[in-house]
């Protein structure tokens, strides 16, 4: 493994850090198990500077290259969606 790949992995898990961090916080005032974790707006559950942090790591692990490659790999949301519908006519047939 590449320095440069270990570095992207530890960015990785401090986000999942984060994220899980707003999550439980979410949690503890009550929030819906089953929605997610809501975006920037009064009720927040990170600090200022997890916020910070989180968009900085966040802008550094999904660079243009790495959105480029899973586009060419899976397709747009659009294009699986009309693929899912093709197939799910094609069943019915």
Do not use: A, H, P
């Given at each position: 493994m590449t320095t440069t790949?270990?570095?992207r992995q530890?960015?990785?898990r401090r986000l999942k850090e984060l994220f899980n961090i707003a999550r439980q916080?979410?949690?503890d005032v009550g929030g819906d198990v089953h929605s997610s974790?809501?975006?920037l707006n009064e009720n927040d559950t990170l600090t200022d500077e997890?916020?910070?942090e989180f968009f900085t790591l966040a802008d550094q692990v999904f660079d243009d290259k790495y959105?480029?490659?899973y586009l060419t790999k899976h397709g747009t949301w659009?294009?699986?969606f009309?693929?899912?519908k093709k197939s799910d006519k094609q069943g019915e047939l």
């Open positions: 790949e270990s570095n530890q960015k990785v916080r979410y949690l974790v809501g975006t997890e916020r910070k959105i480029s490659n659009r294009e699986r009309t693929q899912m």
